[in-house]
């Protein structure tokens, strides 16, 4: 038989055994039961950071479909407006369409008109209204098509070849008497012969149309330039046309200088020994511009430049004369003869303006820019042989001999009014 106290201690025992293990499970379910926990607090982290991505990437989105929404209003906005802008040229072109059409027919219709009486004017005998067809639909057929007319350019090309000419035969005179350093002036004014030569051609193949024809037919004369209006202005400037010299006619030039027959220039040596001295290389060029063919805006800026580079020399020469003590607070003084000082001053002192400033200001417009008498003048007897008012045959009017008159005086029968002259380059009886 068992002892009960032993067995009492054993249930003791046990039940403490019991207890330790009961124990250790509960600690094993706690420590499941935190790393549980742990693991499920890791997964929201996680989960809770790919919400924040998801929610960064729907603000993004949602910015950049504001961005798309304000690009496109600006896009609707334009394009209304653009839609408001062809509304508009719809109207203004369904009310001008048709005077549009009508004027492009016109155009055609008058060009095609023109040409026709043309055609029938070279049939007849009457040149000079053959001619004055041709300048007319020059004329018209330049604001016609808004073309710039360069025949200023081409008749001052001209000048130039003549007064390297003139200057040539000058030239042979003195090699006969003194040989010496004359080669080189010789070889300069061959190159630039050949230069203007050269820019003569390029104006020249530029002709087309009436121009071409009107021109061809005009220069077929050799002796066009003995025109009485071009005789008229050589003289009026002092050339051999006012003398029975002939030089004129009769200049002495060479195959190679057939471009360059026509009238006195500032290097005829003829001139220069009827007035008896020599013009400076700035008198030469003063007159050179002067009576060039160019507009006379042209002419102005030309001469203001030349007036400006001798106030320039003047000033270096007075400067080398006298010592810089001297100049110190004398130099706007009136000391320097013809105030050269002070016009110099004058020029070189005043605001720098740009051409497009200078030529309006706030209270003006621009004026309608009027053609020049000179160039329509000379240009109508150098390319056409016309002259306003008069209907003479142009070849009539080329002088045959090299007589000397005072002046050339056209028959009042062949003479019309202004007004009716005028009229020549519009559009009355086309």
Request: a negative charge; one cysteine or more; proline letters at 2%.
């Amino acid at each position: 038989m068992c002892n009960p106290s032993s067995y009492t201690a054993k249930e003791i025992e046990l039940q403490d055994r019991e207890r330790q293990l009961r124990r250790r499970e509960l600690d094993v379910d706690l420590e499941k039961h935190e790393l549980r926990i742990r693991h499920n607090k890791d997964e929201l982290e996680k989960h809770e950071d790919a919400l924040q991505q998801r929610k960064i990437e729907l603000e993004k989105q949602e910015l950049k479909i504001e961005q798309d929404k304000a690009k496109l209003k600006k896009n609707e906005s334009e394009l209304k407006e653009r839609i408001e802008k062809l509304k508009d040229i719809e109207t203004q072109f369904n009310w001008d369409a048709p005077d549009i059409i009508r004027l492009a027919i016109s155009k055609k219709f008058r060009r095609g008109v023109i040409g026709t009486k043309e055609h029938k004017l070279k049939q007849g005998e009457d040149i000079n209204a053959l001619q004055r067809c041709r300048y007319e639909r020059y004329v018209y057929e330049q604001d016609l098509d808004g073309k710039e007319d360069r025949l200023a350019d081409f008749l001052d090309v001209e000048t130039g070849l003549r007064e390297i000419a003139q200057r040539e035969v000058s030239l042979r005179e003195q090699y006969e008497q003194d040989p010496t350093n004359l080669e080189e002036e010789f070889k300069a004014t061959e190159k630039e012969y050949k230069r203007l030569e050269h820019e003569w051609w390029m104006m020249r193949d530029s002709f087309d149309g009436p121009l071409e024809r009107a021109f061809q037919f005009w220069r077929s004369n050799p002796r066009w330039y003995m025109h009485r209006v071009l005789r008229a202005d050589c003289a009026g400037r002092g050339g051999c046309c006012g003398r029975d010299c002939g030089c004129c006619l009769n200049r002495k030039l060479g195959e190679t200088r057939r471009r360059a027959a026509g009238h006195c220039t500032v290097e005829c040596g003829c001139c220069e020994k009827a007035q008896g001295f020599e013009l400076s290389g700035d008198d030469k060029k003063y007159i050179s511009i002067r009576y060039a063919v160019a507009e006379d805006g042209e002419k102005g800026l030309d001469l203001k430049d030349l007036h400006l580079k001798n106030l320039e020399m003047q000033n270096l020469h007075l400067q080398q004369e006298h010592t810089e003590e001297t100049m110190k607070g004398n130099l706007m003084r009136y000391e320097y003869s013809d105030g050269a000082v002070e016009e110099f001053e004058r020029y070189i002192k005043k605001d720098d303006t740009t051409d497009d400033e200078a030529e309006f200001t706030d209270d003006e417009c621009p004026e309608d820019e009027e053609e020049d008498p000179y160039y329509r003048r000379i240009s109508q007897a150098s390319i056409w042989g016309l002259v306003d008012g008069n209907f003479e045959n142009p070849f009539d009017l080329i002088d045959k001999e090299p007589t000397c008159y005072p002046t050339w005086q056209f028959d009042d029968s062949n003479l019309v009014d202004q007004e009716e002259s005028d009229s020549m380059v519009t559009e009355t009886g086309w």
